[in-house]
C-alpha cells in the first residue's frame, strides 16, 4: 500500500541550530513533492516544491533534497529561530492533481 | 489580497444531524479541493473541482458525503446525518490550474472544526 512517513516524533532543537525533516515515501513515483508549514489553527501555507530531476532546492534558510532511489525527502531550517515553530508537512504528487500529505512534523525551536 | 475564507469555523452538532460547510475559493482560481485533517493524521482529499468539469469525488469516504460547486467559486461541503468519527478539520484550498500545472501551490483556508457529539 502507499505511505508516507513523517518523523514520528517532535523535534525540539535550540535556537540557531538546523533543524532536519524527513519524509519517507512507498509506492509512490511522485513527479514532485511540495513542503508545506502549519501553525495551529490554521491551514498549511506552501512553502517549497521540487521536481523528481531536482536534487536539491533553496529558499531562504529552507533547503529541500529529493532522492528518488531512496524515495526521501529531507528538509533543512538553517539557522532557526523561535518563529520556525510549527508542523511541517510533505506531500507528494504522483502525477495528477491529488497531494498526498504525511501527518507532519512538529518543530519547537527555543530561545 | 483575500485568501481563501471558510465558514463556520467552528460547528458543533449532534450525531445524526446535517451540516454545511462553506469554502470561498480566491478570486480566479479554477481549481478548489476538500481534505479532512483528524488529530495526528496527515490531510485526506475528498474531493477536487476543475473548472466546469465533473468533480473528483474518489475521496469521499461515504454517501453522506457531497459537495458542489456553483458558478465555479463558492463550495459547500454537506454531511448528512453526521457521526462522531465525522469529527475533523476541513479545509479547504484553491489553486490557480488544475491538471498537469498542479505544481502551483495551493492554498489553504482556516479550516473549519467539525465535533460531533
Known amino acids: 500500500s502507499q505511505k508516507i512517513e513523517q518523523n514520528s516524533e517532535a523535534l525540539n532543537i535550540q535556537e540557531g541550530k538546523t533543524a532536519t525533516l524527513t519524509c519517507n515515501y512507498t509506492?509512490?513515483?511522485?513527479?514532485?513533492l511540495q513542503w508545506y508549514r502549519q501553525d495551529p489553527g490554521r491551514g498549511p501555507v506552501f512553502l517549497l516544491l521540487i521536481r523528481e530531476n531536482e536534487k536539491e532546492k533553496r529558499k531562504e534558510r529552507l533547503k529541500v533534497t529529493f532522492d528518488t532511489t531512496l524515495k526521501q525527502s529531507l528538509f533543512h531550517i538553517t539557522a532557526s529561530q523561535p518563529a520556525d515553530s510549527a508542523t511541517y508537512l510533505c506531500a507528494l504528487v504522483p502525477n495528477d492533481y491529488k497531494l498526498s500529505f504525511g501527518a507532519g512534523t512538529t518543530v519547537t525551536v527555543r530561545a | 489580497g483575500a485568501g481563501v475564507s471558510q465558514s463556520p469555523s467552528n460547528k458543533v452538532t449532534e450525531k445524526g444531524k446535517d451540516v454545511e460547510l462553506r469554502c470561498d475559493p480566491i478570486s480566479g482560481h479554477t481549481a478548489l479541493y476538500w481534505y479532512r485533517q483528524s488529530l495526528g493524521q496527515g490531510l485526506e482529499f475528498l474531493i477536487y473541482f476543475q473548472g466546469n468539469s465533473a468533480p473528483d469525488k474518489s475521496g469521499l469516504p461515504s454517501d453522506r458525503f457531497s459537495a458542489e460547486r456553483t458558478g465555479g467559486s463558492v463550495s459547500t461541503l454537506t454531511i448528512q446525518r453526521t457521526q462522531q468519527e465525522d469529527s475533523a478539520v476541513y479545509l479547504c484550498?484553491?489553486?490557480?490550474?488544475?491538471?498537469?500545472?498542479?505544481?502551483?501551490?495551493?492554498?489553504f483556508g482556516p479550516g473549519t472544526r467539525l465535533t460531533v457529539l
Open positions: 484550498a484553491s489553486s490557480p490550474a488544475g491538471g498537469f500545472s498542479s505544481y502551483n501551490e495551493q492554498f
Open positions: 509506492n509512490y513515483s511522485p513527479a514532485y
